[in-house]
Every structure is written in structure tokens, then in C-alpha cells.
């Protein structure tokens, strides 16, 4: 099992934040303030400021990936750090969907469609997306930012710093990830 260690256990000035113990929907700023070593409050300011993040409500994915990815060239830093976007040549491979019928799925009402990857692991001549698990067994050392659906959490040198759920679901895909160097 992965070590894993609360978000809020590991960032500074937490628990007397006042901001901090009115929020929802935070995993963003814990993120942030994970990654990059700052207090929760000086996350949560960051992210009001570059993401648009309202308060007690979490970033969107969109915005998410749209602005790490801006922060991701070359001569941007934050907090004193570079944000280095991590992403392989983009595949393409077979995939299926399933057809989903008012609510419920219809058996048998699948079709099939080609899916573009840029995180992947391959197994054989076989290429599926990089999940959480295979994640942690490839990138053992470093400070990443793991962006997974509607959520996002830190890894820093194999160790997960997030939600305590987190570092148990390892068959878990990841959509994007950035180191911080």
C-alpha cells in the first residue's frame, strides 16, 4: 500500500487558517500549498488570482489543465519554481463506448472509435492509460501534480498528499500531470 499523508496534515498554517475551516471543494489549493511548500492561505490567494477559483467551490477541470499548462513554459515561475508539463508522444488506439439509453446502459450497444493518448503504459504491444498505480511504480522521485477526474492531489518522492483515498485507488486514470522542478 502507498503511503499516504493528508493534505491538511502536511500544510502549513492549516489549522489556523480561517479561510481553511470555512472551504469546500478545496483540493486545488492543498494541492498547491503541497506542492509548492506555502501556506494554505497564500495557495488559496493564488489560485483566487490565476484560476478564478471562487471560494468554497473547486476550480474546473478545464480551468485547471488550461492554466497549469500556461504556467508550463519555459520562463514562468511560481513560488519560486517551474511547473514542467509531463506528457508522452500522443498514440492513438482502439477504444469502445458504450451507448448510454435515457438511464440506463444498453447491452450490447457499444461502437468502437480511436482514443489519443499522451499518458499511457504499455504492456505487450498493448497501450492503456497510465493510472495512479502505474504512475507511482514509473516516477519513484520528484514533486508532481496528478490531475485525475474532478480532482487533483500531489506525489511527492512516491509519497501521495491528498485525500486519504487517494493513495489507495491506484487503478485510478490520470488526465494530466506537471512536476514541479
Avoid at 52 to 64: A, E
Avoid at 120 to 129: A, I, W
Avoid at 134 to 162: A, M, N, W
Amino acid at each position: 500500500m502507498t503511503k499516504t499523508i493528508s493534505a491538511t496534515a502536511s500544510i502549513k498554517g492549516y489549522k489556523e487558517s480561517k479561510i481553511a475551516k470555512s472551504e469546500h471543494n478545496d483540493c486545488s489549493v492543498r494541492t498547491i500549498a503541497n506542492a509548492f511548500n506555502v501556506d494554505y492561505d497564500k495557495a488559496h490567494k493564488f489560485l483566487t488570482e490565476n484560476y478564478q477559483r471562487p471560494n468554497k467551490r473547486g476550480v474546473s477541470t478545464h480551468n485547471w489543465h488550461r492554466v497549469n499548462d500556461k504556467f508550463s513554459d519555459e520562463n514562468t515561475t511560481v513560488f519560486g519554481k517551474k511547473i514542467k508539463k509531463v506528457e508522452y508522444a500522443e498514440i492513438e488506439v482502439d477504444a469502445k463506448q458504450c451507448e448510454r439509453r435515457t438511464t440506463y446502459w444498453n447491452e450490447g450497444s457499444s461502437y468502437d472509435y480511436k482514443k489519443k493518448l499522451k499518458l499511457y503504459t504499455k504492456r505487450g504491444n498493448k497501450y492503456s492509460q497510465m493510472t495512479v498505480g502505474s504512475f507511482l511504480k514509473k516516477y519513484k522521485e520528484g514533486t508532481y501534480i496528478l490531475s485525475v477526474r474532478s480532482h487533483t492531489f500531489t506525489i511527492k518522492d512516491g509519497v501521495v498528499y491528498g485525500n486519504n483515498t487517494d493513495g489507495v485507488k491506484m487503478r485510478v486514470p490520470i488526465e494530466k500531470v506537471w512536476q514541479i522542478v
